[in-house]
């Protein structure tokens, strides 16, 4: 079982940034590949970017790419979203995601954090 929670949403202006955190439960946190999600209001929740279990690999949505950059730290079980050059359209609540690392679902998710890009 792992317990996922985010933070550090918040309002921030067109081009600013922000760094979203997500903690993780449980002392099997180097098995999962990690992911985040978003959902804005009225569309499907949406992939941002994974990290594969020892870090090594990372995957963007185009939508993101250049601008978001996720990292971990496996000592701490912790998960990183570096997001600059913020848009409107980034706007949305920011889901962390567990997956096991042979798995091909992701099993555990967070409550979200709301992130709010004004122009």
């Known amino acids: 079982q792992v317990q996922l929670v985010e933070s550090g949403g918040g309002l921030v202006q067109a081009g600013g940034s922000l760094t979203l955190s997500c903690a993780a439960s449980?002392?099997?946190?180097?098995?999962?590949?990690m992911g985040w999600f978003r959902q804005a209001p009225g569309k499907e929740r949406e992939f941002v970017t994974t990290i594969s279990s020892s870090g090594a690999t990372t995957n963007y949505a185009d939508s993101v790419k250049g601008r978001f950059t996720v990292s971990r730290d496996n000592t701490k079980n912790m998960v990183y979203l570096q997001m600059n050059s913020l848009k409107p359209e980034d706007t949305a609540v920011y889901y962390c995601?567990?997956?096991?690392?042979?798995?091909?679902?992701?099993?555990?998710w967070g409550q979200g954090t709301q992130v709010t890009v004004s122009s």
């Open positions: 995601a567990a997956e096991p690392r042979f798995g091909t679902a992701y099993e555990y």
């Open positions: 449980g002392r099997t946190f180097n098995w999962y590949n």
